[in-house]
């Protein structure tokens, strides 16, 4: 809801205007922009974490293929300046950068002539405010020689494993070029999304023995956030099944033919991703069906119970009350055995009732 | 509802006749049609507001692109009369004057050799009529040089950004050509749709939060009311998609290649406007579950005060029946403290079954 | 359900046999077949009645485009013969000429080598009988210089706008082709789609009030006689499309380029109708929860009443009881003031109870 | 249900292996194969009955056009080795023959170089065996001058209306080829689909009186059981569609472009088969509601009696309990016309009920 | 959704690495890899299960076709190993060794340049763990002369029929190629799906059964879990259909032509399966329907035994106390037969009460 309300603020300006829109994620905030700069080739590594977008212009590249990664977009002049600098020297069009700061978009895929550049949502989950998935955008553009990634939030350190496979040397990644730097950026956020869904078939699970056990109300208000959060995150990943297509048939300059069975597997993973999210889907809505009928076993049981006591004591009442009646001719009330009498009428009616609640099976 | 019945009133009317069968837009009518012109290229701005459209015929065309904007096109003569004239001066086809008046158009574009036509639905928040959202028809024509656009009513002041845009000597719109100018009106509108979701949604967390806390049937009929917003927001913005798609694949000599990015930009925001509109429309759908078991909830709490009540009572009205018999042999009568004994025997009673109750979680 | 039963009897006959099979429509059923003429041009139009099928045969066309309107096509020998000596003097196939006659066909459009036949619904309202939507079969062949249409009733008049416009000598119509007037009439029953969701609108509106202020068992039904309505306008309307789109798309060299610019219109026309045709059906869908609602809401209204009696009412029982019992040994019984403690009592326990109520908001 | 599980006997066979695998048709089993061929031109017509699949092979072909048909196709040694002859001596595929035992086939169409295989469903109405829907399978092989059909059991005899149009010298199918037989044969069937949704459509309306008059446990298994047969029969349906439009599109050698005109036909009778069927599954939904609020009015009536009981009794049982009261000093008691006060008192109290009840509509 | 939390497992590890993250799958686990090997051509059959991979590498090829088996594909550093000696020796693609490993693959087909990859899925029914379907991954690899085949465990023996077949000397499978062994693997795993879908379809009738007649909560969990094992059966079908349409369209030089319409043959089964499944799922949600209204027309039952009771027993109450009032003037109470009087009221008040009820049909 709060993405919904964030993007109104930028009706109004003025169409490739670099106002960031998205919301200043609260938890993984990032209050200054990192950059992170990694020259290498199959020998060589060398890394750079410059203060400013003017020290990183003043870093000349070494090696063949240099990635970029800046962290913490979110609405400030200082971002917007970074993102004019960055788009003059490498010449990225003007809507490009509009997107990379605008932070609700789907993710797509644009080929440009001296570059591709890709949104992708990237998912992590927030412990601290109430356990919610939170959905940040991760843009990308891939050139010859190089990528630069741009992350709203630090992503719950998504991207720390590719760092880490540089830094050690990974034949593969550290040996092929800049497309397989980004599959691999790729690859880590849909592997990341497993990871999510770990922690949504946990949840789902306690939730279940929860309605099944105990039901309550706040048990469906549980039941309707997850279903939005299996909602948002289909419109995460549904729409990269295209981009993830778009890239794969294109006939795009910028992927070799040995990345292009890379993307496929992505592709493959995404629709895993997919169908997990359609079956929890199907699983929630069947959780709900779940709950409202244990609802009503709830009520029926109630209503048994009621009925028992009712269906119990209103002949015993009577029968009390037959026996308080003032007329002067009862002949019971002058027998011996009367009061004794009484009593065992009434237990008598309440065997009866027994039996035959007994084979209503209500007992 | 309304826009069914005023349709209706066309019908039996021969084609390409010029009645204007949409609903006299009541909030915002406005009674006099106003027109207003503005030349400009690069470097000039001339404006114009003609009362008559004849005046407008008069005023010569002075910089590159010219900008008419008629204001209030509802049922009238006076109006068939300018759209006739416009039609004869530029050479519209009779069925696009027909299309402009009859306000119940679909989203749709039709290109002639001429000129391209728009029509689109434009959005505001009607805060006077009961707060509900009012959809306005504006069709946009482009020529060469030209861009003509006829809007319902004032439409809530949307186009207020391009005229500013233009007095402000906005670059990229001035020096380009009619095409730009036509998508930045394009833009504005598919921009204002945030702004109007983003009023649904406060509305819809309102009701949501009315509901999980104090359900009464009057939330059920917002509800429906929200979701019929809904479903003719859906019927609004769904074909713009093949508009804008119809728009960028064509050949059309109207739209420079440049243009074309900007439009796929529009696009864009389109499928985030529907892909919200989905997003609300399965939230309604799950606060309608929510407000059901509310009720349920709801009768659940009641049958147990009566359980409850009932449990405790008959079993006590029970026993004084008792010892309100009249048998002339009961011991208990005489004894000396048989009345505290009673007491003692009903507190007994009271005590089980609060711990009964107690252990069903009732109390 | 009775087009189907009528639909049966067919079974068993040998294809291109030509019995009629619709039903045979009671409201406005046209016992004998009525024939009628227009031949005209741009300035002449002659008319004529004839009363047997041998007399139209007899007369010459006289001017540019002759229209044969035919009206009653029900089961009955006559029809058959009269259809046999059409097909052979224009030289029609014969499962044409079945599907005339067998008034269940789905809309659709067939292109031969000497003509184009198309089948359409004309929906009318039917006030006599229960306040209903008939919904009648409309054949119209298309030859260079003919149109004959066949009318399974009078269909509300529908045609009788195009009638008077040619009596009128309205300027396009006249002065067009065969092909502008199969067009009038198409576009006059599509225009006719309207008037009928202008009534059913109506009904919406008025069925709506009633289950928000009375819900009963009535109401289920009339909901669902509506979406019945809506199913089989639907199933009448949506093949239409296709039946527009096809004859837009196609070379066909009945229609001019002219015309098909007004198909085109037509074609959105039905995009509208089937527009609203959905909002509807999703209209009377939500109203079916507010019902379901409704009658919960009822029984929770019933609920409450037994409960605050039974809670009030009990402990009072409960309270007279004990001063009912006959213990030798009570001392309030002997109390002077004992008789109004005992009210005093019990209207302190009533205000409790009143209490409590308001609290949970029940009274 | 039956079908699945004869299904699964065959799992562990070899391919193209013949064994019989559909349902032994209890109600209208054929225990004995019979065999019926007919050898017409437009002139002649010879009838034979052989009795063994060798006495067939021996009769010569004599006219134009020769049909076998095959009843009686069910598991047995003997109906393995009739098609393994017959394969072997027209040249047919083993998976085709395979297809022909399995009856469980979703209705498809194989064209060879020497025949077109077509598999269809006949339905028919068991009215012995507690009246539901039989579906039986039926296999056509076209060559160029012969058809062969194959039935499970006797089909209800729908052919028998082709068998007399033969005898009686029907022109058009005497005349036309093989092509135009097995169209007739395959119309015959989809005709007969219409019989069986009549007598469907009948259930319905007994049905939906039931339900609005009487709601019963056992209405809501018959409404299912009634989805059921729809559901079967929209899966028996649904694929002729395909069959019957590749058969039109197809440049198949066995069938004239005369006899595709009638195939076309066919198409349109299987669409409206089918929109009768949708027709039919949205009619059942909707009485679902309709008995689920049923059971809510009548859950609805039975409190209201509680209610109305419970609201006059429980203050008439205080006041007399009040009176009931032992103590001392009661004045009412000593009255004259006490008795009778009281009686007036709870008189008073049962009006003002009664009133109460009349407002809220519940008497 | 144990699948689920072992493919998170992965995240983290770089593209192409071989760990294995499918379940290790209890019941039908197999500790050790087993290998087996089968040379053959239409006269010769060699046999050997070799210990080793290395054992295997030295066996060397006898006849035209080989068939390696490989048992229990679970994660572990032999299993590695031993596909990754297998890829060098056969030069398999890194991903294609990974996704065997990886047992949470959709059903898909590869074509390389040196072989064709499928991945399938098997079903077994596991009757020692709670009888639930167990979905194992079923890797084929089709090469020019050799077929190697995966399983995650034994499956349920499925491929036994294969052996089987090979060793009795089957003709047709023994005298044709590899893409003929390949294709009767496919077929025995699609042709088990129908045993699987009967087990399913006794335990649905079962339910059902327990449904209609003693509806329990259990029975709703047990209907869910049912549901789920459709929507996983369903997303383990789908995607073959497009495999088999992938195969048999493709221009894949190593399927043989008349091996091709073997292939759709197993399409059409598969579609059948889909059918059966969407059947079944259809079918639950119906249940669910009834099950809802079981617990609903219970409630009613329970109500009208508390209506019964209360009506009865309240008149009466009322009674004896009237005349349980101490009122000094009560001529009732001097009466003779005053006692046997009331008795006769209140045996009046019971028949009226009956009588009511009989007509209501609550009795």
Same mark, same amino acid.
């Given at each position: 809801m709060e993405q919904i309300k964030k993007r109104a #603020? #930028?009706? /109004?300006?003025?169409? /490739?205007?670099?106002?960031? !829109? /998205?919301?200043? $994620?609260?938890?993984?905030?990032?209050d200054e922009t990192k950059l992170a700069v990694f020259d290498y080739d199959g020998d060589n590594l060398s890394e750079h974490a410059p203060k400013t977008i003017e020290d990183y212009l003043s870093i000349e590249k070494q090696f063949s293929v240099r990635w970029l990664n800046v962290e913490g977009i979110h609405e400030s002049v200082h971002n917007v300046k970074i993102l004019e600098i960055l788009g003059r020297h490498y010449g990225f069009h003007p809507l490009t950068l509009e997107d990379i700061l605008n &932070? $609700?978009?789907?993710?797509k895929v644009e080929v440009f002539d001296n570059c591709v550049f890709i949104v992708l949502k990237m998912l992590s989950y927030? $412990?601290? $405010? =109430?356990a919610k998935v939170r959905i940040e955008q991760v843009s990308l553009i891939l050139g010859t020689d190089f990528v630069i990634s741009f992350q709203? =939030? &630090? /992503? =719950?350190? !998504?991207?720390d494993v590719i760092t880490n496979r540089l830094r050690k040397g990974h034949e593969q990644l550290r040996k092929s070029g800049a497309d397989f730097l980004i599959y691999s950026l790729m690859d880590s956020i849909v592997d990341n999304y497993f990871v999510i869904l770990e922690m949504i078939s946990d949840k789902i699970e306690e939730l279940e023995e929860d309605i099944t056990q105990n039901p309550s109300p706040g048990n469906l208000q549980a039941l309707h956030a997850l279903k939005r959060h299996m909602i948002f995150m289909q419109k995460s990943v549904w729409p990269l099944r295209e981009v993830l297509s778009t890239l794969e048939r294109n006939?795009?300059?910028?992927?070799q033919s040995t990345t292009k069975r890379y993307l496929q597997d992505i592709y493959d993973h995404t629709i895993q991703v997919i169908d997990v999210v359609e079956i929890f889907r199907d699983m929630l809505s069947g959780m709900l069906d779940v709950y409202l009928s244990s609802i009503s076993n709830r009520m029926n049981a109630i209503m048994k119970v009621l009925t028992i006591v009712s269906t119990i004591f209103m002949p015993l009442t009577f029968i009390v009350g037959v026996y308080g009646m003032n007329f002067k001719n009862m002949p019971e009330l002058q027998w011996e055995w009367g009061y004794v009498y009484s009593w065992s009428l009434m237990l008598t009616v309440v065997i009866v009732m027994v039996v035959f609640f007994k084979r209503k099976k209500w007992l």
């Open positions: #603020k #930028k009706a /109004g300006f003025s169409p /490739g205007s670099r106002l960031h !829109v /998205g919301e200043k $994620n609260g938890g993984s905030s990032v &932070t $609700n978009q789907r993710p927030d $412990n601290d $405010n =109430g709203e =939030g &630090t /992503g =719950g350190n !998504v991207f006939d795009c300059k910028y992927f």
